[in-house]
């Protein structure tokens, strides 16, 4: 029997990601949350039939209406969302970040831990093409050991967007819009962080639209805590890198950014993988893909010799079929909610570097 979903929160992840993924993997959508009058009336051209509410508690006192609940409202939100839906007792997806700091992520999953309200997070960008692709390099071991993560999700957007994400100061900015994708990424990849240095400043919005991050991820099998080859603040500029055998991933975040990309770069000491760009995205990497085959995303490099990179099957519409397949008892839990929460320490480190300057231990 097909999934039916409440949705809390009908704008750009409600309806743009959720609602569509949703939709692909066979589920309904029977309650929406919505105070919007527009975003209503899309709601009701959506999805006919389905109940319309102007807030949460009304939803929850509809319990019967569905049987999954999807937490799209603005991030500052989501912690009172999620601790709602966890008293409810419904199973729930909760976008990222799931909470705007680290403690506060802590208190989401304990509020669902002790309701005994299963609960996982939204985070589809551990099914993009790029990410499935270099996860399959990897296990082949085509790079070799790999020293360097580098990702840019950059955007030339000369007039900022008038939305909370770039308005908000509890919920905006690209560090909780952008960080907890590009943070989840490189751990999934790479494993724990240990240290984080970065810089965040507001060029063109009220909230952080320029975001560096650098992670320094723990030397497989050391000690929990070790900071591998611990560099000064100046060092990891400069590009000066500690003998140390633990990946270093630098990421990058930008809304004012002319020349956006390369998309991914992964080093390693057999070779290279390389995305020049990001879901259409301009950018004056564009021209280097103009080779590039159907099938394949990005290249194994070698100096002047690239090679096209199959790519394997899945995408982002695999997290809704994950989904249902975990709440029938069939497969584990998409995304283990404490996986969000280490994300969420990393970026409290990272905006704690960013005010004073300095390498922070995780």
């Known amino acids: 029997m097909a999934l039916r979903i409440g949705i809390v929160g009908y704008g750009g992840a409600g309806r743009q990601i959720h609602a569509r993924l949703a939709r692909a993997a066979g589920m309904s959508v029977t309650a929406v949350v919505a105070r919007d009058s527009g975003r209503r009336v899309q709601a009701a051209g959506d999805w006919p039939g389905a109940r319309l509410f102007n807030d949460l508690p009304s939803m929850l006192g509809e319990s019967g209406l569905y049987d999954l609940v999807v937490i799209a409202s ?118 724990p962080v240990v240290a984080v240095y970065a810089e965040a400043r507001a060029l063109s919005t009220p909230t952080e639209d320029d975001v560096f991050l650098v992670l320094h991820h723990a030397v497989p099998g050391s000690e929990p805590g070790t900071v591998p080859g611990r560099a000064a603040a100046a060092d990891v500029l400069f590009g000066v890198e500690p003998p140390a055998k633990g990946v270093v991933s630098r990421l990058w975040a930008g809304s004012l950014v002319g020349a956006p990309g390369p998309r991914t770069r992964v080093l390693g000491d057999r070779g290279a993988y390389l995305v020049n760009s990001f879901e259409g995205d301009a950018s004056p990497f564009d021209v280097l893909d103009g080779e590039q085959p159907d099938g394949t995303h990005g ?50 480190a990272a905006r704690l570097s960013a005010k004073e300057g300095r390498l922070i231990d995780v």
């Open 299 to 348: 290249w194994l490099v070698r100096g002047r010799e690239r090679t096209p990179v199959q790519q394997p099957r899945g995408g982002h519409g695999d997290f809704y079929t994950a989904v249902a397949e975990w709440l029938a008892g069939e497969a584990e839990v998409p995304v283990d909610p404490a996986d969000a929460v280490r994300t969420a320490e990393v970026l409290d």
């Open 74 to 191: 603005p991030s500052s939100l989501h912690a009172e969302h999620a601790g709602a839906v966890s008293l409810a007792g419904k199973p729930f997806v909760l976008d990222k970040p799931i909470a705007t700091t680290a403690a506060e992520a802590r208190r989401v999953v304990s509020a669902a831990s002790s309701s005994g309200t299963p609960f996982t997070v939204f985070q589809n960008r551990r099914w993009d093409p790029e990410q499935l692709t270099l996860a399959t390099l990897l296990k082949r071991g085509d790079l070799g050991t790999v020293h360097t993560f580098e990702r840019h999700w950059e955007r030339w957007r000369p007039k900022p967007q008038q939305r909370w994400k770039e308005n908000d100061a509890v919920g905006g900015g690209l560090l909780l819009d952008l960080g907890p994708h590009l943070v989840d990424s490189a751990t999934q990849l790479f494993g």
